[in-house]
Nanobody, 112 residues
Framework: QVQLAESGGGLVQPGGSLRLSCVAS????????MGWYRQAPGKQRELVAR?????RINYADSVKGRFTISRAKNAVYLQMNSLKPEDTAVYYC????????WGQGTQVTVSS
């Protein structure tokens, strides 16, 4: 079972930025698609962004133009700019589609 460790969340004002990191316990070079997901209170987990091993990227409409996903040998990153209160959620990384198990995630709170 791959261990996923997300970090980089925190409290930020609207319009601010955060950079999330996800370090995997194994190399993810051979994994075709990795993604960032989020789950807001009372809502289902949703896919925010995904990136293939060849660099093809897709974003949810709600974050296009504000978030940037990238990946390295054993990590996935999410640069989040122009944050909005509606971005408040616990953020997770995982394979796309997911492995079915999740790390602890990292809390992002956007509030003034």
């Amino acid at each position: 079972q791959v261990q996923l460790a997300e970090s980089g969340g925190g409290l930020v004002q609207p319009g601010g930025s955060l950079r999330l990191s996800c370090v995997a316990s194994i190399s993810i070079v051979g994994i075709d698609t990795m993604g960032w997901y989020r789950q807001a209170p009372g809502k289902q987990r949703e896919l925010v962004a995904r990136i293939t091993s060849s660099g093809r990227i897709n974003y949810a409409d709600s974050v296009k133009g504000r978030f940037t996903i990238s990946r390295a040998k054993n990590a996935v990153y999410l640069q989040m700019n122009s944050l909005k209160p509606e971005d408040t959620a616990v953020y997770y990384c995982n394979r796309y589609p997911s492995w079915g198990y999740w790390g602890q995630g990292t809390q992002v709170t956007v509030s003034s």
